[in-house]
Every structure is written in C-alpha cells, then in structure tokens.
T-cell receptor
C-alpha cells in the first residue's frame, strides 16, 4: 500500500519569500511522485513529476522538487513566491503495482501575503 | 484544444434521485478515472477504466456506478444519491493505465450537493 503525508494544511509566505511545501510518502515499491496545483474553482494541473530519471525535478512556474529516498520525501520549493502562486497544492504517489492509482495527500493551501 | 470536460459543473439534487455526471476527453486516452475531493482528505479514487469495457473499483466505490462503452466517455452514475455523496468530483484521463509515469489530466470538476 502507498500513502502520502503533507505536513501543514495551510502555509503562508510573503511575496518574494521562499516557498517550501512538504511531502512524505510511504511505498513498499519504487514510487513515482507528482505535484499538482489547484487554483480556485479549477481542476488539477500537473506541476512536476518524478519518474526516477533525476532526483531534482523542475516543473512549471519556477517550482522544483527533490526526491530523497533516505528521507522518503519529495518537498516542493520555489525561491521567490508570487501572488499568483496562491492555490492548493497536492502531492501524489503512484506505483507500478496493482491498479496504478494516484494516491493523493490531503493538500496544502498556500497563501501569499503582499 | 486537448481537454477533459465534465457536465454539469454544479448540481443540487435530493436524496434518491438518480443522476449522471458525464466526462469526456478528446485526447484518445485509454485510462480514465473518477475521484472525489473532500476537505482534509485530498482526492480519493472512486472507479477507473483501463480501456473500453474495462472498469474496476477504486478506494471509495460504494454508491457509484460507471460505464465505458466508448473510449472518450466515462460517465459516473449515482443510482440513489445520499447526503454523504455531497462532494467535488473530478474526472481524469491519461494515455495509458499501464505506465505509472503517464500524466493524468483533470477535468474542471463537478460540485454535487445532495439534500
């Protein structure tokens, strides 16, 4: 079985500050990891994904995430927050076993203060 | 434009009145899936389909039905809706269900309220 834990249901940062959203996973087999973003009243959009090719993954809108197997983590970062980054962010894991479902974390709502 | 569409976007209904939420994709994707999103729980998979006429249960299938008669469509059916099915529903699709690295594309969501 696989699972995802996102620490912090709400994160608030100032515009221009570092964004760090935490994600830890649990999986008995090699995982594939994803970050999705959901803007108000919209569906989910893929930010980036880890597919075992490289541990540091760069995504859209300046976001990146680093896969750390020893820490079972896949934290999302952005050096400088913009107001437009305010949204809800979901970490998800998928494996090559079973029904290959995406298992989502509970989400982190990012607020960006002016 | 490549997209996943859902209808309706908003629906208020009463307990026991059968309803269908449609989902359609124009990307020739084999894999389609339904999720529900509830506060503090993230998204949970209801049903999925690996291809036409192939469907299977996800994590929370009780009270739902699906069908996959055509590749592009994957309707979600609530035969007798109950208030605990009040939620935000998302349809998603990906090129295949075999590769776990395939990106899943999500529809805009359907907000369902069951009174």
């Amino acid at each position: 079985a696989q699972s995802v834990t996102q620490l912090g249901s709400h994160v608030s940062v100032s515009e221009g500050a570092l964004v760090l959203l935490r994600c830890n996973y649990s999986s008995s087999v090699p995982p594939y990891l994803f970050w999705y973003v959901q803007y108000p009243n919209q569906g989910l959009q893929l930010l980036l994904k880890y597919t075992s090719a490289a541990t540091l993954v760069k995504g859209i809108n300046g976001f990146e995430a680093e896969f750390k197997k020893s820490e079972t983590s896949f934290h999302l970062t952005k050096p400088s927050a913009h107001m437009s980054d305010a949204a809800e962010y979901f970490c998800a894991v998928r494996t090559d076993t079973g029904r290959r479902a995406l298992t989502f974390g509970s989400g982190t709502r990012l607020q960006v203060q002016p | 434009e490549a997209q996943v569409t859902q209808n309706p976007r908003y629906l208020i209904t009463v307990t026991g009145k059968k309803l269908t939420v449609t989902c359609s994709q124009n990307m020739n994707h084999e894999y389609m899936s339904w999720y529900r999103q509830d506060p503090g729980l993230g998204l949970r998979q209801i049903y999925y389909s690996m291809n036409v006429e192939v469907t299977d249960k996800g994590d929370v299938p009780e009270g739902y039905k699906v069908s996959r008669k055509e590749k592009r469509n994957f309707p979600l059916i609530l035969e007798s809706p109950s208030p605990n099915q009040t939620s935000l529903y998302f349809c998603a699709s990906s090129f295949t269900g075999v590769s776990s690295t395939d990106t899943q594309y999500f529809g805009p969501g359907t907000r369902l309220t069951v009174l």
